[in-house]
């Protein structure tokens, strides 16, 4: 078994190859083929020891295929993820079956025949009926608008654009909804800031999709147009924006986000949240994981922590602020990555942990967790059509 600590044994099945003879079709083929996801697992482990995130500094091989950039380049692997290892499993594996398509079992000499790539025609991910649309997007608690003690959320129609809130902690949505406005289909990363003006009303920040700029809108109605205030650009390369409370002692909540291009972890401190040298690097691939959520203080050292879905596995981490760190992450639970639109809440639920918030894509059912531990057994679904 090749490790991936020593010399990796796929060599890139196209590296050398122009692209334009490709395009030509010069290549002399083997026939279509393709296999199951248990064989390009046992590639993968052949490959990579089963690491789909596998990536070490100075080495051109990247994710459990171990495909160089220029393979992935040429496959189409960008429209999934700049490099391979930051794709999910399922996105290496469509494009290791084009490889395998064009070059059979031989573009992995050891592990694709070891595996047997060559021999398994079944389709990795069958066609299958379309995941229901969601109802809502951008769901984000926004702090007690209502007046009645209790955190409430905030999220979008996606068929209107329009921006409701739902009053916890049962958050009921159509006749016990509030609408606040409209068009808010135009933003992006829509999150909940905490009182960042001083007068006592959380506010909201939110990234226009068509510029990348970031603006802030003050509650409880987060009205546009003159009242919003920009206080940033270029924030569409940063993902995962979420707030993790007032992090530097300076009584402002802060934000966290991943830088898209490196995967680089940074702290953003409030009220305007400023770039460049601003802001504070806490960590080095973070765009292994799918979400991340601010969710308060859970272990009580009074600083908050953050939860993250790691895109490898599907599993749920806590990590302990203020560094966030790798080596601090302990984990929770299993199969998030069945889970959208994941939100911290506060504790709803009167037991002094805060909750979570999260959509079960394949139903659009809208459940709560109860921290700290946030496993199946303790949710309590509370909505549907989400």
Request: proline fraction near 6%; charged fraction near 20%; glycine fraction near 16%.
């Amino acid at each position: 078994m090749t490790s991936p600590k020593r010399r990796p044994a796929l060599r890139a099945a196209l590296a050398s190859v122009p692209l334009a003879a490709l395009a030509l079709g010069l290549l002399s083929a083997p026939p279509v083929s393709a296999a199951s996801v248990a064989t390009w697992d046992k590639v993968a482990q052949c490959e990579a020891s089963g690491d789909w995130s596998y990536y070490r500094a100075g080495h051109p091989y990247y994710g459990g295929l171990q495909f160089v950039k220029s393979t992935w380049d040429a496959f189409g692997g960008r429209q999934y993820a700049e490099y391979p290892h930051q794709a999910t499993k399922e996105e290496q594996i469509r494009i290791g079956e084009k490889v395998l398509a064009t070059q059979g079992e031989g573009a992995w000499p050891t592990c694709g025949p070891r595996a047997g790539l060559g021999s398994d025609h079944a389709d990795p991910y069958p066609s299958e009926p379309p995941a229901p649309q969601s109802n809502m997007a951008h769901l984000t608690a926004v702090g007690d608008l209502s007046g009645d003690g209790v955190t409430d959320i905030v999220a979008v129609e996606t068929k209107t654009g329009d921006l409701y809130r739902y009053n916890g902690p049962g958050y009921v949505g159509m006749g016990g909804r509030v609408k606040l406005g409209y068009g808010w289909n135009g933003m992006s990363d829509i999150v909940g800031v905490g009182d960042q003006t001083g007068d006592g009303v959380a506010d909201l920040v939110a990234v226009e999709a068509a510029t990348g700029d970031l603006y802030r809108y003050s509650g409880p109605n987060f009205t546009g147009g003159g009242a919003r205030v920009k206080i940033g650009s270029n924030w569409d390369s940063m993902a995962h924006i979420t707030p993790v409370g007032d992090q530097t002692g300076d009584g402002v909540p802060d934000l966290l986000a991943v830088e898209k291009s490196t995967g680089d972890l940074y702290r953003y401190s409030g009220p305007n949240f400023t770039g460049g040298g601003g802001r504070v690097k806490l960590g080095v691939a973070w765009n292994s994981m799918s979400t991340l959520v601010g969710i308060g203080d859970l272990t009580g050292d009074g600083v908050a922590d953050l939860l993250a879905v790691d895109k490898s596995n599907g599993d749920l981490y806590r990590y302990s602020g203020p560094a966030y760190n790798g080596g601090s992450r302990v984990k929770l639970g299993v199969n998030w990555d069945a889970m959208s639109q994941i939100t911290g809440v506060g504790d709803v639920t009167g037991d002094a942990v805060p909750d979570l918030l999260a959509v079960e894509t394949a139903t659009g059912n809208l459940y709560r967790y109860s921290g700290p531990a946030y496993n199946g057994g303790s949710r309590t679904q509370i909505g549907t059509s989400w």
